[in-house]
């Protein structure tokens, strides 16, 4: 397992928010997050919970005009990403940090030949007065690397599959060979077969070019067979990260991590209902305090109301719940 | 459709609409217009004031008497253009009217009923959307002959494709959906399921469009008329009154830019609150 | 993409008859004799049975219809009631004039409104933005025939800087041109304007963005080559609007078009010569748009594919083996 001290992502109490014609929408509320060299980090939530705004904050990609960092850092390296110039962000975005979206078809522009749409980021990229045969030379190359034929370069996204487009944008996403790569629910959209094959690739891709991964998903299943560790995101904040064997073997964890767990049908255990979460994330117009979960968590006390609970961590495993607070999360309740 | 529902729609549309500037001054515009029209018979004598002449008033200078001055027959211009924005009123209405009731009949028929009744009622609309709706309209006068009537009917007959053309595709649309089959199923017949299901669906594409027919109705009456094909002189219509001062506008510039600019504000007042219903009904459109 | 055009020419034979006997109909079985417009009120009732007999308005009304539309087809449009000479021949004369200012008038539109709806677009919510949007607002609402007499009183009448008639140099239509332009380019802009702005709110711009394309090229590769499609289809819808419009500028700018020879054949019921003209009209639209529809296969090469797989059908299998991953 990976060590601590060699962070390569690191985020810290990081505010985001979107400002529509509706009011203003708190996306991300002091958010930490840390992801190490070669390490796949899972980030698991439910639908709107800000994974995708996680996502496009460390790009700054966020909606223009709507969409706004309002506090907290993001360092890459030694670099602050969070205030970093628009210019700086066009050389680092598609070469340093790449990004692969959820939906496949829609992600890739329809009048462009595929071959365009994969040259152009590394025409982007690399150093002046690169030849355009050496170029398509790696388009060719990183075709074959995603298992696409390279003589199909000159097609349009129309003609392509689901599962074809997505190795597309993998291949778009892993041509300048990324430090970081940023993986929106890669599979969502796809075949459950396909997801399997496009995982795999991914995963094979990973290691071969010893990229760190973000990957977002709110599929535990995909988190076991992927990941190294995971971090647990809750109307905006992280309020569990350990390595992936805490998260799913530990008998310790949040209310809501909980929650998740039982809210999947089990192969192994006869159970005989499932436990979905009873109501609804908190109003993200509002800005709370106290624990974003309180209202949902059967385990509700008086301070959850009032104080946000601060990190408790054992062993590399964070927990953020008053529950844990007073005493050491090793306890058992 | 429940009717809280419903009522709490229409009013985030009505918020959305009244928090668009532009809309709020086009709908301004309009009352200024209708009220004036409404009223015209209060404070003047249409006969005495829009229609005598009066040889020794002619083209006065704009004063506290005659605010826009008077024409070349000593008519007051400010009453003249009142009267004028009547006319166009009911043209707007009437057109717009008229394609909706017949546009809907005729989409409303052959998208529910489809085959062989689609297809001959759409071939027919097709031809009429292959001529320009002013070009119609001309044959339809020279058919017909000048007058408001004829105008309205021109007008209006050449606006029936476009209301044909959204009704047919939102019916096309939702006869298959679930809640058409439900009301099939609870034993609503066809007239019902179209006027109850299905023309509510359509109504906010229909009344965007019927705005923006008005603002095109008032721009073609007044055209057919300038070119002497619509309502002819003494009838106080802006298209014949920039007519017969295009004769002047040398001398006199004030007997083309009043009826000119009465024309654009009106036609401006329906094309500001068309777009401001499109936006307001479906805000994803807005940008 | 020949048998393209071919089927496409083809397809409008039934749209043109059609619309004639739409506008036929019309013109002759609604009340007003032409015999008698022409003549006057007071004509002889000899003379004007001749008239009639002439112009074969005795005959009964599909009779009349067939033996113009057969006309039609081997070139003979029939001749004027009014003027007495070959319609054929009088369109041809006056064709050329409108077709000048309406293709300038779409023309100019093109060129003004698609790079002013652009950076409308791109600088959305700058000065130049709310600049186009008022313009366009303004110039949708302006009568054509209104904006024609202004700049004939001030740029001719006034400054005297061009012609007050005749049509012997480009001088005479820069006026018209512009003018009917006017609304076009309102169109043009606004279409433009909305148009990108869609393309800029779709996923790929946002995966182009994370490719770190710079900002130019992703307005200029991406967001147009995607808004061009709505940016041709209303300059194709604007030549009909176009057609109308020219009916007022010609009688405003005086000058000897089809459209003033529309309303002069109107007043007196004209028959051959206004379906003629509309006949004209709808076929010079119809052309406009098949070249509307062979410029869009260029642009979107999934309608391109279209027209392609109707030749490789044969030699291919029917589901395309690449199709599976």
Not at chain 1, 1 to 21: A, C, R
Request: aromatic residues 8%; glycine residues 8%; charged residues 20%.
């Amino acid at each position: 397992m990976m060590p601590m001290e060699n962070p390569l992502l690191i985020i810290k109490d990081l505010h985001v928010s979107y400002k529509t014609d509706d009011g203003v929408i708190y996306a991300i509320n002091g958010l930490d997050l840390v992801l190490n060299k070669g390490e796949t980090l899972g980030l698991v939530g439910e639908t709107g919970a800000g994974k995708t705004t996680t996502a496009l904050s460390i790009l700054k990609l966020l909606p223009e005009r709507i969409g706004s960092i309002d506090s907290g850092t993001i360092q890459f390296h030694d670099e602050r990403l969070d205030n970093a110039p628009e210019a700086k962000m066009r050389l680092i975005r598609g070469s340093q940090i790449s990004m692969i979206f959820q939906d496949p078809m829609t992600c890739l522009n329809p009048v462009l030949t595929i071959g365009d749409q994969i040259a152009e980021v590394l025409e982007s990229h690399c150093p002046p007065g690169t030849k355009a045969a050496e170029i398509q030379r790696k388009v060719d190359e990183i075709m074959t690397m995603v298992g696409l034929p390279p003589d199909r370069k000159e097609e349009y996204p129309h003609q392509f599959s689901g599962g074809m487009k997505q190795r597309v944008d993998i291949a778009i996403a892993l041509a300048c060979e990324p430090e970081l790569l940023l993986a929106d629910e890669p599979t969502t959209a796809l075949d459950v077969t396909i997801q399997a094959q496009v995982l795999d690739l991914m995963r094979g891709l990973k290691d071969k070019l010893g990229t760190s991964m973000l990957l977002i998903t709110h599929d535990l299943g995909v988190v076991a067979e992927t990941c190294d560790r995971v971090a647990i995101i809750y109307a905006g904040e992280i309020i569990e990260t350990g390595e992936v064997d805490d998260i799913f073997y530990l008998e310790d964890h949040h209310p809501y991590t909980k929650g998740l767990f039982g809210s999947i049908p089990s192969m192994n255990e006869k159970m005989k209902r499932l436990n979905p979460i009873a109501g609804l994330m908190p109003d993200p117009s509002i800005k709370y305090v106290g624990c974003p979960f309180a209202d949902r968590c059967p385990h509700k006390m008086a301070i959850c109301e009032t104080q946000k609970p601060q990190p408790v961590v054992t062993n590399g495993h964070m927990i953020k719940c008053h529950l844990f607070s007073s005493k050491p999360a090793g306890d058992n309740k | 459709m429940s009717n809280v529902k419903r009522r709490s729609q229409f009013s985030s549309v009505l918020h959305r609409f009244a928090k668009n500037k532009l809309a709020v001054v086009g709908v301004i515009i309009f009352f200024v217009m209708a009220f004036g029209a409404l009223t015209a018979d209060i404070f003047f004598d249409y006969k005495l004031q829009a229609l005598d002449q009066n040889a020794k008033d002619k083209f006065l200078p704009p004063s506290r008497e005659h605010i826009f001055g008077t024409d070349h027959y000593g008519r007051d211009l400010f009453v003249r253009i009142v009267y004028g924005g009547r006319i166009s009123l009911i043209v707007g209405f009437f057109t717009a009217g008229f394609g909706l009731i017949f546009g809907t009949i005729i989409g409303a028929s052959a998208g529910y009923f489809g085959g062989k009744v689609d297809n001959i009622l759409m071939r027919i609309m097709d031809i009429f959307l292959a001529i320009p709706a002013m070009l119609l309209a001309i044959c339809i006068v020279a058919a017909l002959g000048g007058g408001l009537f004829n105008l309205l009917l021109a007008n209006g007959i050449a606006n029936v494709p476009r209301y044909s053309r959204i009704v047919r595709g939102h019916v096309m649309g939702l006869k298959n959906s679930e809640f058409i089959e439900a009301a099939r199923a609870s034993g609503a017949n066809d007239k019902r399921i179209i006027f109850k299901h299905i023309i509510p669906n359509a109504l906010g594409q229909l009344i965007v469009q019927a705005t923006l027919t008005m603002a095109m109705a008032i721009l073609s009456v007044a055209s057919l008329s300038f070119v002497g094909l619509g309502i002819n002189p003494p009838t106080p219509e802006w298209g014949s009154m920039l007519s017969t001062g295009k004769e002047f506008m040398r001398t006199h510039p004030n007997q083309i830019v009043i009826p000119g600019l009465a024309i654009m504000m009106a036609v401006l007042s329906f094309n500001l609150i068309g777009d401001g219903l499109r936006d307001a009904l479906d805000p994803r459109l807005k940008n | 993409m020949f048998k393209f055009i071919l089927k496409r020419l083809l397809l409008m034979i039934p749209v043109i008859i059609g619309i004639s006997f739409v506008i036929f109909a019309i013109v002759s079985l609604t009340p007003g004799d032409p015999a008698q417009l022409i003549l006057g009120a007071d004509a002889d009732p000899v003379l004007l049975q001749a008239k009639r007999e002439e112009f074969g308005l005795n005959d009964n009304f599909f009779m009349r219809y067939i033996k113009y539309i057969t006309g039609v087809f081997r070139g003979d449009f029939g001749k004027s009631y009014r003027t007495g000479l070959p319609v054929l021949g009088e369109l041809l004369l006056r064709l050329p004039h409108t077709t000048i200012i309406a293709l300038g008038g779409i023309g100019l539109s093109v060129v003004v409104g698609v790079p002013l709806g652009m950076i409308s677009a791109i600088k959305q919510y700058s000065f130049i933005d709310y600049f186009a949007r008022t313009l366009a607002l303004l110039l949708t609402a302006i009568p054509v025939f209104w904006l024609g007499l202004l700049m004939l009183l001030f740029f001719v009448l006034k400054l005297r800087w061009f012609p007050a008639t005749g049509t012997g140099s480009w001088r005479n239509y820069v006026l018209p041109v512009v003018a009917l332009a006017a609304s076009a380019t309102a169109t043009q802009t606004r279409t433009t304007r909305s148009a990108m702005l869609e393309a800029i709110r779709q996923d790929y711009v946002r995966t182009a963005r994370a490719k770190g394309i710079s900002e130019p090229k992703i307005m200029f590769k991406h967001v147009l080559k995607n808004s061009i499609l709505p940016v041709i289809t209303i300059a194709g819808m604007n030549v009909g609007v176009q057609m109308g419009g020219t009916v007022v500028i010609e009688n405003v700018f005086n000058i000897p078009g089809m459209g003033n020879m529309l309303i002069n054949s109107v007043r007196v019921k004209d028959i051959p010569m206004i379906v003629s003209t509309i006949i004209m009209v709808a076929f010079f639209i119809g052309v406009m748009n098949l070249i509307v529809d062979i410029i869009y296969t260029f642009v979107d090469p999934r309608l391109k594919t279209q027209y392609v797989t109707v030749k490789k059908k044969k030699d291919q299998p029917l589901i395309p083996a690449q199709e599976k991953i």
